[in-house]
T-cell receptor, first 116, second 114 residues
Framework: GAVVSQHPSRVICKSGTSVKIECRSL??????MFWYRQFPKKSLMLMATSNEGSKATYEQGVEKDKFLINHASLTLSTLTVTSAHPEDSSFYIC????????????FGPGTRLTVT | AQSVTQPDIHITVSEGASLELRCNYSYGATPYLFWYVQSPGQGLQLLLKYFSGDTLVQGIKGFEAEFKRSQSSFNLRKPSVHWSDAAEYFCAVGAGAAGNKLTFGGGTRVLVKP
C-alpha cells in the first residue's frame, strides 16, 4: 500500500520559536500534498495545497507567512510554523496524492504540536 | 462553498449489531464523496468513495455507503460491528480538480460495547 510518514510525531516548542514538520511519501511519488489542521474533537481543516516545484496554495484565512510550506521533491513536503504561539498548538496532518491514481489521498499519522 | 454535516458526535453500538453513520453534504455540483476512519496513532484510512455510477458503494472492512442525491446524504453502514471498528469516522466531500480538495464533516466517534 501507499505509506505516508510524518516527523516528528510530537513536538513541544517555546513561544516565538519555529518548528518544522516533515511529510514524506515512502513508496510513491506525490506531485501534490495537502496540509490539514485538526483541533481537539474537531474536524480536519484544509490549510494548504503543496505542489512540487511551485508555491503552495493557501486556504482562506490561513497565514502563508506563518505556515511556510515547501515541496522540494516528489516525496517530501515540509510545514514550518514560524514564530509559534500557544494558539498554534494543534494536530497537523498531511496527505499525499498518489500520481496516476486519481481521487485518493494517503494520510500521514499526524504531528502533535504544543507551544508553551 | 461545500459543507458536510455529521449529526451524530458519538454512537455506541454493541458488538455484532449493525451500525449506520449519517452524513449530509452541501455541494453545487455532482459531489465526490468519501468516508475515512481515523484510529489513534494512524493516518486516516479511506473506507470507500463515490464519484458516479452505482449509488451503493462497497468499501473495505465490510462497510458500504449509499448516495442519495434527493436527500443530499451519503450514510455509512456495516451489518455487524467488530470491536476493532471503534474509531472516529469522517465523511468528506471533494471539490476542485478530481475532487481532491476535501471538506470534512465533524466526525462521529464510534464506541463498541462487548
Amino acid at each position: 500500500g501507499a505509506v505516508v510518514s510524518q516527523h516528528p510525531s510530537r513536538v513541544i516548542c517555546k513561544s516565538g520559536t519555529s518548528v518544522k514538520i516533515e511529510c514524506r511519501s515512502l513508496d510513491f511519488q506525490a506531485t501534490t500534498m495537502f496540509w490539514y489542521r485538526q483541533f481537539p474533537k474537531k474536524s480536519l481543516m484544509l490549510m494548504a495545497t503543496s505542489n512540487e516545484g511551485s508555491k503552495a496554495t493557501y486556504e482562506q484565512g490561513v497565514e502563508k507567512d506563518k505556515f511556510l510550506i515547501n515541496h522540494a521533491s516528489l516525496t517530501l513536503s515540509t510545514l514550518t510554523v514560524t514564530s509559534a504561539h500557544p494558539e498554534d498548538s494543534s494536530f497537523y496532518i498531511c496527505s499525499a496524492l498518489r500520481g496516476g491514481v486519481s481521487y485518493e489521498q494517503y494520510f500521514g499519522p499526524g504531528t502533535r504540536l504544543t507551544v508553551t | 462553498a461545500q459543507s458536510v454535516t455529521q449529526p451524530d458526535i458519538h454512537i455506541t453500538v454493541s458488538e455484532g449489531a449493525s451500525l449506520e453513520l449519517r452524513c449530509n453534504y452541501s455541494y453545487g455540483a455532482t459531489p465526490y464523496l468519501f468516508w475515512y476512519v481515523q484510529s489513534p496513532g494512524q493516518g486516516l484510512q479511506l473506507l470507500l468513495k463515490y464519484f458516479s455510477g452505482d449509488t451503493l458503494v462497497q468499501g473495505i472492512k465490510g462497510f458500504e455507503a449509499e448516495f442519495k442525491r434527493s436527500q443530499s446524504s451519503f450514510n455509512l453502514r456495516k451489518p455487524s460491528v467488530h470491536w476493532s471498528d471503534a474509531a472516529e469516522y469522517f465523511c468528506a466531500v471533494g471539490a476542485g480538480a478530481a475532487g481532491n480538495k476535501l471538506t470534512f464533516g465533524g466526525g462521529t466517534r464510534v464506541l463498541v460495547k462487548p
